[in-house]
């Protein structure tokens, strides 16, 4: 079960990263909407990243994986509240994403 999720969170994770690291326009909409400068984009497609990797750090170094998955669980935690402050109900994307981390990092802190 912990491989799985965590691979899983890791692909969603990584995509995501790329997306946003890529200079795509999907999330430089996305900033626009909430009200976030887009120079941050590259900032959070960073975090992504680097949740990412540690994500799958963890398969080597178990509590690394932990505190990336902590990480990305907070990083969505923002999210969330960027969605809110702008008065944003398309939440599904977010849902999706948070849950995956949530479950990585429980799983992970069960693997300990």
């Not at 890529?22 to 976030?36: F, V």
């Not at 941050?40 to 750090?57: E, F, H, I, K, N």
């Not at 509590?63 to 599904?92: D, E, M, Q």
């Amino acid at each position: 079960m912990y491989v799985t999720v965590t691979v899983i969170a890791a692909v969603f994770t990584g995509f995501a990263a790329v997306v946003y690291l890529s200079g795509h326009e999907y999330p430089k909409a996305q900033a626009d909407i909430k009200r976030i400068p887009r120079r941050w984009v590259p900032v959070l497609g960073s975090l992504l990243a680097a949740g990412t990797v540690g994500l799958v750090a963890g398969f080597a170094v178990p509590w690394l994986g932990v505190l990336a998955a902590g990480g990305l669980v907070l990083y969505f935690c923002g999210a969330l509240v960027a969605h809110l402050r702008v008065g944003s109900r398309n939440l599904a994307g977010w849902a999706i994403f948070f849950v995956t981390e949530i479950a990585a990092l429980i799983t992970g802190v069960l693997h300990l």
